[in-house]
């Protein structure tokens, strides 16, 4: 029996993509002389490259290598850190990370560019693709006389633990020429006092290899602070084939590559001045060694390596182990809750009213925390949709020629996983058009008195109960009267209309709207803002935009804190209960009849403090039968999205509560005017308003009725027209 390498590839997957993160986030960051860095990034790709070897991910071990080459230059002194280097490493990364998506998906990558950038690694090391760069050890290793080296490797007890696996050291080093073995099994604990956690065997090991000793020890870089390690070069030249071998004193067999030898007979002390006779011969080059540390005779197999999907079927998050802790507190309280109110069920009296009340007042505390700490668990740093920034300015920086830096602040606020897995596209696009529109080039920044370098920040933090994600440059701004006229001229507003700045930015957001001089590769094909909106509402969300000519501009996002649950008002319309969610409420009211202002159509305004908000009645809206059909002192629920306001109309005003979404879309089919539903205390079922989409039906209501007008009252309908 053997286990299974596949289950651990997305463990590997996870642990490579971050690492390329660190890799690339350090080389950003690298200055001339910074050793501390470079062993950092030499590490991440060390381990990135020695995952890959053990599931077999040859194409990433071998463009791995070209990377470690270079990084090891650097790392040793005997190469300068200079900006050509470090673009070099950078658009590696770029490629390892094809590499690895091409190997969890099981698709094809870009073969010419892989190639390409290996190309450049290999003449900037000074060799030809051709040419293994290990080569100057192994002239090194030839002149000394050396053909290998005896190993004597003994691990700690508790090496296991860690996750480390002797079998996977012993198979890198058999890529690095002949390999035997032999198991010392004197500490070997009698079977009923073995600990299946706990690490017994050493090994006498024979590498017969043209290698440096340096790179033979390098293998054993991770848990060289786990073991006893000794090294004796061998001299005797080798003529031996390349084999994996493993020998103890009992007879074995070794009839095909899938033979088995045993550890659990009695071993005599090996030789390790000589090759053992048992070998296990590895003649398939895609044969790779498993070890079993289930089985009970400890069996070490070969096993044939067979390409695995490595795309793991669902996400997974890393919990702080105070988050887990807290969530067992939590659960063992709602245990003794239960049992308390399981015992008061027991011939039940009136006198045990009262700690009824009180056991489920306790249960209703437990069941909230036990709520908020789960959602926390959800909760991840915002770092990590930022970290793609840095990468991100420093390239469009090289491309269009102008100086900027990236400022990020907050990063550690906390974001629910799936919110920010999808507000990554939206902010990549806003922090591009801010590279390409916002930040003017060096000369005509220092022409109006400003530095050369440009700045763009990123900012997150948490405002009433939302997080609010700003994107901030102060280059250009943008020219309100230039975006009015481009409006005009496709047709979006009439060339006599009124706007305030928030609706001329809004309209930044109308497909195929752009006021880019020129189409460039960056941005300024008219795509993509709507999108980001799209996207930022279909979260719950909202963006603001504010501009000062020749001063900056400022993007807003505004998002709920997870979409699981949210917080929700209540309300009554007919039969039916309704939930606004409060981040879009601006205030509650009821309807003074001397500030109802009526248009043609059924359009009717109400005047609150400096606006005419419409009113839109919600039985209406759904075809509902009620009795609150009147206006004149009606409830009214006044909301906002996408800087319009417009005013609810409903029966009753009920509780404020949490409630836990589901999506109608999945679970039905979109409904104009709703996001989604949700299972009330009683059974029944609500559903959630879509504030920005009721909004949009509102708004289009009130363009038509503008349309219709008298121009003795156009200037009450300007100021809600879009």
Not at 121 to 127: I, N, P, S, Y
Not at 356 to 364: F, H, I, K, N, P
Not at 477 to 487: F, S, Y
Not at 527 to 535: A, E, I, L
Request: with cysteine.
């Amino acid at each position: 029996m053997s286990v299974d390498l596949s289950q651990f590839i997305p463990s590997f997957l996870e642990e490579s993509f971050e690492g390329l993160e660190v890799m690339e986030s350090e080389l950003l960051n690298l200055q001339e002389g910074d050793n501390e860095t470079i062993h950092t990034i030499f590490r991440a790709a060390h381990s990135i490259k020695g995952g890959a070897g053990t599931f077999g991910f040859d194409n990433v071990t071998e463009f791995t290598h070209l990377v470690e080459t270079l990084l090891d230059e650097m790392r040793d002194g005997r190469r300068e850190i200079s900006p050509k280097d470090t673009e070099i490493l950078l658009d590696s990364i770029d490629c390892m990370r094809l590499l690895i998506e091409a190997a969890r998906d099981d698709e094809e990558y870009d073969i010419d560019k892989v190639e390409k950038t290996s190309k450049r690694l290999a003449e900037t090391l000074g060799d030809e693709l051709s040419t293994d760069s290990d080569n100057q050890s192994t002239t090194k290793v030839a002149e000394n006389n050396i053909s290998g080296y005896n190993i004597n490797f003994v691990p700690e007890h508790s090496l296991a633990k860690t996750g480390n696996d002797p079998i996977f050291l012993f198979s890198a080093l058999a890529e690095l020429g002949e390999l035997t073995l032999c198991a010392d099994t004197k500490d070997l604990p009698a079977l009923k006092d073995i600990d299946a956690q706990e690490l017994y065997l050493s090994w006498q090991l024979t590498l017969y290899t043209e290698v440096d000793e340096s790179e033979v020890r390098e293998i054993f870089e991770w848990v060289e602070d786990e073991c006893l390690l000794e090294l004796v070069p061998i001299k005797a030249p080798s003529t031996t084939s390349a084999s994996i071998s493993a020998s103890t004193s009992s007879t074995q067999s070794s009839s095909s590559p899938s033979s088995t030898l045993t550890n659990n007979e009695q071993q005599t002390e090996p030789d390790t001045s000589q090759k053992p006779t048992e070998d296990i011969e590895v003649q398939d080059p895609e044969t790779k060694l498993v070890i079993d540390s289930t089985a009970e005779d400890n069996n070490i197999t070969s096993k044939t390596k067979t390409k695995t999907k490595g795309k793991a079927e669902v996400g997974s998050i890393r919990v702080g182990v105070d988050k887990v802790d807290n969530l067992i507190n939590l659960v063992g309280e709602l245990v003794i809750t239960q049992s308390m109110l399981s015992e008061l069920g027991n011939d039940f009296e009136m006198d045990k009213v009262e700690r009824l009340t009180s056991g489920l007042e306790q249960l209703l505390q437990n069941t909230k925390e036990l709520q908020e700490s789960v959602m926390r668990i959800r909760m991840l740093p915002i770092s990590f949709a930022f970290n793609r920034f840095p990468r991100l300015v420093h390239d469009l920086a090289v491309k269009t020629g102008k100086e900027m830096e990236l400022v990020i602040k907050g990063e550690q606020t906390e974001l629910d996983k799936t919110v920010m897995e999808q507000i990554g596209d939206p902010l990549v696009h806003l922090v591009r058009n801010a590279a390409d529109h916002g930040i003017e080039t060096s000369e005509v920044r220092l022409a109006n008195g400003k530095s050369a370098k440009g700045t763009i920040s990123l900012d997150a933090y948490h405002q009433g109960g939302n997080i609010v994600i700003e994107i901030n440059d102060d280059g250009a701004g943008i020219n309100r009267e230039i975006v009015l006229a481009k409006a005009v001229e496709k047709g979006l507003v009439e060339a006599n209309a009124i706007l305030t700045d928030s609706q001329v930015y809004d309209l930044l957001f109308e497909p195929g709207f752009s006021t880019a001089a020129e189409v460039t590769d960056i941005s300024g094909r008219g795509v993509g803002m709507d999108v980001v909106k799209r996207n930022i509402q279909s979260l719950g969300g909202r963006i603001q935009v504010k501009s000062t000519l020749g001063k900056g501009s400022s993007f807003k996002v505004h998002l709920p804190l997870t979409l699981a649950i949210l917080d929700g008002q209540l309300v009554k319309v007919g039969s039916e209960t309704y939930i606004i969610p409060l981040i879009s409420i601006v205030e509650s009211l009821q309807i003074d009849n001397k500030l109802i202002n009526r248009v043609s159509g059924d359009m009717v305004l109400y005047r609150l403090r400096d606006d005419n908000v419409p009113v839109l009645p919600i039985y209406q809206l759904f075809n509902l039968a009620t009795e609150c059909t009147e206006i004149d002192n009606a409830l009214l629920v006044v909301v906002e999205a996408d800087g319009q306001k417009i005013g609810l109309m409903v029966d009753d005003l009920l509780a404020q509560q949490q409630v836990v979404i589901k999506s109608l879309k999945d679970n039905y089919q979109q409904v104009g005017g709703i996001s989604g539903a949700t299972i009330l205390g009683d059974g029944s079922v609500a559903m959630i308003l879509d504030i920005p989409g009721i909004i949009h039906m509102a708004l289009a209501q009130a363009q038509q009725a503008q349309r219709v007008k008298t121009d003795g009252n156009a200037s009450v309908t300007a100021e809600v027209c879009l």
